[in-house]
C-alpha cells in the first residue's frame, strides 16, 4: 500500500529526499508520516502531515527536515538536509487514521550517514 524509495549513503552534511507513493483513497484520508528506527533503538516519529498541510516534527530534526506532498501524485517526501551520523537508520513511511483505526507501513528505506 506504501511505496517507500530515495534512501542511500550520504556523507555527513549531505542530502537526500525520500518518497513515499500511495493510493488516492489512503493519500486523502490518511495521516501520513515518517518514522525511523537505528539499530538497536525503537522506532520513532520524524515527521507528519496532514492533508490541510500542517505539519509536526521531532525535535531532533526540526530546520533540518522538511515533509511534504504531492496531491497530484499521492506522494510524501521528506527532505533531510544537513544530515548527521545519528540520523542513520531505517527510514518508514506511514499513513495513519484515527476511526476506524488502521495503519499502514512502507517497507523502509535505508538511510547511512557517514562522518
Known amino acids: 500500500q506504501l511505496q517507500a524509495s530515495g534512501g542511500g549513503l550520504v556523507q555527513a552534511g549531505g542530502s537526500l529526499r525520500p518518497s513515499c507513493a500511495t493510493s488516492?483513497?489512503?493519500?486523502?484520508?490518511?495521516?501520513m508520516g515518517w518514522y525511523r528506527q537505528a539499530p538497536g533503538k525503537q522506532r520513532e516519529l520524524v515527521a507528519v502531515?496532514?492533508?490541510?498541510?500542517?505539519?509536526n516534527y521531532a525535535d531532533s530534526v526540526k530546520g533540518r527536515f522538511t515533509i511534504s506532498r504531492d496531491n497530484a501524485k499521492n506522494t510524501v517526501y521528506l527532505q533531510m538536509n544537513s544530515l548527521k551520523s545519528e540520523d542513520t537508520a531505517v527510514y518508514y513511511c506511514?499513513?495513519?487514521?484515527?476511526?476506524?483505526?488502521?495503519?499502514?507501513w512502507g517497507q523502509g528505506t535505508l538511510v547511512t550517514v557517514s562522518s
Open positions: 506511514n499513513a495513519d487514521r484515527s476511526w476506524p483505526k488502521r495503519v499502514y
Open positions: 502531515i496532514v492533508s490541510d498541510g500542517s505539519t
Open positions: 488516492r483513497s489512503i493519500f486523502s484520508s490518511y495521516v
